[in-house]
């Protein structure tokens, strides 16, 4: 396991503790498809976002081991993981504060919230100032079938801040519903509890760290 670089600016944990409890999910699950939107332009900024580091997923290692059954499973039914994103430091969300500030700054609203002001995202819960993911145990992820390594359709793209991605959302297909209740099934049978806006948000429920929003960076 490699050593990863900590600067904190809210914990209650030590050095140790974190190299014992946090894992690169791209070395422990390496059948994982991952496709980390905030370390590339992908996403609803349109800039790499600050603490992200390409290729380095990190999860708490209780999260992860929880992960590794769940993609096991899916496996067995022909698909694999997505990872959108996973940790994410506190100063990324920090970043997305900063963003939503600059309401002349929509270069990729059309594509992500063509529907919804800026001014209003943090307000609508559809980005958090304090957020799940800075604990370590939460992942944004899809389904992508092995036989074709496609995405399969789950009704919105990742990172749509509307109605259409949430999970009550009925103007969907048939398909559509089949698809987002297949990945919510699987994932609240071992242990991950849903976000009713995305349907691509998870946490796992015995969250290590469920009072603590962590700083950190990986070492590339």
């Known amino acids: 396991m490699k050593f990863f670089k900590f600067i904190f600016l809210f914990t209650i944990t030590s050095f140790s503790q974190l190299n014992d409890n946090f894992v690169d999910l791209k070395e422990f699950i390496p059948t994982l498809v991952i496709d980390l939107k905030y370390a590339s332009n992908d996403n609803f900024v349109g800039a790499v976002i600050d603490g992200y580091v390409p290729s380095k997923p990190l999860l708490t290692k209780e999260a992860a081991l929880a992960l590794k059954n769940i993609q096991l499973a899916f496996n067995s039914l022909g698909y694999t993981l997505k990872i959108y994103d996973a940790y994410r430091p506190q100063r990324s969300v920090n970043y997305f504060l900063k963003w939503s500030k600059d309401l002349l700054d929509t270069i990729n609203k059309f594509s992500y919230y063509p529907n919804i002001s800026k ?9 958090a100032s304090n957020s799940s993911h800075s604990r370590g145990s939460t992942v944004d992820i899809t389904l992508v079938e092995l036989s074709t390594g496609k995405e399969i359709d789950m009704g919105s793209s990742y990172d749509f801040f509307g109605l259409e991605s949430s999970h009550d959302f009925e103007n969907i297909s048939t398909t559509q519903k089949k698809n987002r209740k ?4 699987i994932m609240t049978k071992n242990g991950f509890s849903s976000y009713s806006k995305e349907w ?20 590339p």
């Open 182 to 185: 297949l990945l919510l099934n």
């Open 200 to 219: 691509w948000h998870y946490t796992f429920i015995e969250e290590p760290f469920p009072a603590t929003y962590f700083d950190f960076i990986p070492i």
């Open 119 to 127: 001014s209003i995202l943090f307000k609508e819960g559809y980005i």
